[in-house]
């Protein structure tokens, strides 16, 4: 089973650029969600989704939009980056009543 | 609104030893909570979910305890090995607001052989 795929496992980005992190998983999890960790913060939810067609913000949910379109993907959108938008993300997924299932993570470096 | 903590936040011990790393959260009206390991640079491995009408789970050497009305859960590690060694963390799901999983900050332990 391929669970959790994050792509791509890193990016540099000049401040102002815009990218998407792609996030699948393959487990019809109905509940999907992005984290960013980062040095003294742990681990803060940026947006997560209950199934496709319904979003909604986690903690730090400014300068990101996500979208859920089918059941298996759940891309998270930089609008445009800024340098404090430099991180590791993680997409997760799980049903309601499981354990949750993390992906690998993106390293993005923000210029 | 919910907050995790977990103690200590670094730990160091010898291969072979017992140990207990701890997690608090200050809403008892919880849905679950979780134990992760992460290791350097790497996501995180579900390592035990316990559901809030159960007292404890175990998986081989590790055994995680809940006690809602304390707001506390434990992870207890037998036998400690050094591919122990990585950052543990838990996360509690909340019963009000099922889709927000609030995680602590972690315990770093490391493992001397």
């Known amino acids: 089973n391929a669970g959790v795929t994050q792509t791509p496992k890193f990016q540099v980005l000049k401040t102002g650029q815009s990218m998407t992190l792609q996030c699948a998983q393959d487990?019809?999890?109905?509940?999907m969600s992005w984290y960013r960790q980062d040095p003294g913060m742990g681990l803060r939810l940026i947006h997560y989704?209950?199934?496709?067609?319904?979003?909604d913000q986690g903690e730090v949910p400014n300068g990101y939009n996500v979208s859920r379109s089918t059941t298996e993907d759940f891309p998270l959108r930089l609008l445009s980056a800024a340098p404090s938008q430099t991180s590791v993300y993680f997409c997760?997924?799980?049903?309601?009543?499981?354990?949750?299932?993390f992906g690998d993570g993106t390293r993005l470096s923000i210029l | 609104k919910q907050e995790v903590t977990q103690i200590p936040a670094a730990l160091s011990v010898p291969e072979g030893e017992n140990l207990v790393l701890n997690c608090s959260f200050t809403?008892?009206?919880?849905?679950?909570l979780q134990w992760f390991r992460q290791d350097p640079g790497k996501g995180l491995t579900s390592l035990l979910l316990?559901?809030?009408?159960?007292r404890e789970q175990t998986s081989g050497r590790l055994n995680a305890s809940l006690d809602k009305s304390s707001g506390r859960s434990t992870l207890y590690i037998a036998a400690s090995q050094p591919g122990d060694s990585a950052t543990y963390l838990c996360?509690?799901?909340?019963?009000?607001?099922?889709?927000?999983?609030?995680f602590g900050p972690g315990t770093s332990l490391s493992v001397i052989p």
């Open positions: 316990i559901q809030s009408s159960q």
């Open positions: 487990m019809n999890h109905e509940y």
């Open positions: 997760a997924s799980g049903y309601k009543s499981g354990p949750q299932h």
């Open positions: 996360a509690v799901r909340r019963a009000t607001s099922y889709d927000k999983v609030i």
């Open positions: 809403d008892s009206a919880i849905y679950n």
């Open positions: 989704s209950v199934g496709a067609g319904i979003t």
